[in-house]
């Protein structure tokens, strides 16, 4: 067996060739949405309203696209760690199908009834119109998103993290130019507002989707489409993505009583928590996400190949280096967060608090450094339950009902949210740690695998 020191510094270089695209692609979804709020910013505060509270609502396709894709990827990662591309292409495929599906009813919402969903959350007339357009256009792009990130989950499971971000990239620096030329007006392009700035987004998933296919039905990928088979690896694909998609959506539906406890203390800190949230999801997102995909990655193509002890060492290995990568962006955050927050802002309270967000935020970049890359290989083995316990009870325990409870009841104001936040990823942790040490997850996805193959022997 190799020296220890050799097995590690062999894990990080692959991790590094795996994450710098996948880092990049992040970047560039990030900055996206950043440009999106920029833009609008130029209208109207009400513009600036509308799209977040759309966003809300836009989370959903984003979440079941995240789901069938953690699905995706583990079963693409272990079936190509143990030689099974036939097993693997008519799992993609299937994933590609449920994607589609799955996204058609968000589509006639979107056409029916979207102005009534953002007058729901108690927009006035102007911003539940305004919304109501925005989120009308984002919806009906709801297939083609869910299909796009379904497509990279599977090229990545293979270990193929360059194709996913050249393809999202393009549709991604699509989406900047177009979100700005079709929003502004600018040149020869008609000024159409916020409906611009929603149709530049579903004209670049489209984009995005449609080139996803014509990759993976080419030669230039080592997957392919194949005709479905079996409905076992349909259970298997919805087993694993469903714990992963309830997972995403309780965070997202946990932002809406946390946003309502902010207001009590003003809208000042609303707005600085939101610059703090804005800064660390920019700046530190591409590195704890391409941690987790990674994470999944390798652990799934080491489990695909027999070696669940070599799985565990390389989930520890790749756990390192997200700690230490991300424990160096946290420190960035703590003690440079007042020259950026400045960027965001130049109101002095709400800086103040924007400040100390950041900081929040920055000191929780240590446990993100452990959170995601352990929760990326249990996902990698097929195991979505347990970041799931660990979300929702940490979300709902801490970052709700502590802060509520410190800040509110007991009278300890934001101090008592700061601490219910960084409580809360610690929780996430802890959970995940105890998971990953004791749990089951190697014989789990054994499992899976010696299903598969008697299924299509």
């Known amino acids: 067996m190799a020296d220890p020191e050799i097995r590690v510094r062999d894990v990080w270089v692959r991790t590094a060739s795996l994450s710098w695209p996948i880092a990049i692609q992040q970047t560039l979804n990030t900055l996206m949405r950043t440009v999106d709020v920029l833009v609008t910013g130029l209208f109207s505060p009400a513009a600036v309203a509308a799209v977040g509270l759309a966003d809300l609502y836009a989370q959903i396709p984003l979440r079941i696209g995240l789901g069938l894709g953690t699905g995706a990827i583990a079963l693409s990662s272990q079936d190509t760690g143990r030689g099974a591309e036939a097993t693997r292409d008519r799992a993609i495929t299937q994933a590609f199908g449920l994607g589609f599906l799955a996204g058609l009813p968000l589509s006639v919402v979107g056409l029916t009834l979207s102005a009534p969903l953002i007058a729901l959350l108690g927009a006035d007339p102007a911003v539940s119109e305004a919304g109501g357009r925005y989120l009308a256009l984002v919806f009906a792009a709801a297939p083609m998103r869910i299909v796009g990130i379904v497509g990279a989950r599977s090229l990545q499971g293979t270990g193929d993290t360059r194709t996913p971000m050249v393809v999202n990239g393009t549709a991604n620096v699509f989406n900047i130019t177009a979100t700005a030329g079709l929003g502004l007006g600018l040149g020869s392009l008609p000024e159409l507002g916020i409906a611009g700035v929603g149709l530049a987004t579903a004209s670049s998933r489209t984009i995005e989707a449609v080139s996803m296919m014509a990759v993976i039905a080419s030669d230039r990928t080592t997957i392919s489409f194949a005709q479905p088979r079996r409905s076992l690896v349909t259970r298997q694909l919805v087993a694993v993505s469903l714990p992963n998609f309830a997972e995403g959506m309780s965070t997202s539906l946990a932002n809406f009583p946390f946003n309502a406890l902010l207001l009590t203390f003003g ?7 939101h610059i703090g949230r804005r800064i660390y999801q920019q700046f530190s997102g591409p590195l704890y996400r391409s941690a987790s995909v990674v994470a999944s990655i390798v652990v799934g193509q080491t489990l695909g190949q027999g070696r669940p002890d070599a799985a565990r060492f390389a989930g520890l290995a790749i756990t390192a ?24 802002t130049s109101d002095p309270l709400t800086l103040e608090h924007a400040v100390a967000f950041t900081r ?28 799931f316990y660990a979300r929702f009870s940490g979300t709902f325990g801490f970052l709700l009902v502590f802060s509520y409870l410190t800040g509110i009841t007991l009278g300890y104001g934001l101090s008592g949210v700061y601490a219910g936040i960084v409580l809360n990823y610690a929780w996430w942790v802890l959970v995940v740690g105890i998971g990953f040490l004791r749990g089951d997850w190697a014989e789990t996805a054994a499992s899976m695998m010696a299903e598969r193959a008697d299924a299509f022997r």
């Open 321 to 344: 280096l997200s700690f230490l990568t991300l424990s160096i962006a946290g420190t960035i955050l703590l003690v440079g967060a007042i020259p950026i927050a400045r960027v965001f």
């Open 267 to 273: 809208t000042e800190v609303t707005a600085a928590y």
């Open 360 to 387: 929040v935020f920055g000191v929780s970049m240590f446990a993100f450094g452990l959170f995601f890359p352990l929760s990326g290989c249990l996902r990698g083995a097929g195991e979505t339950r347990i970041p």
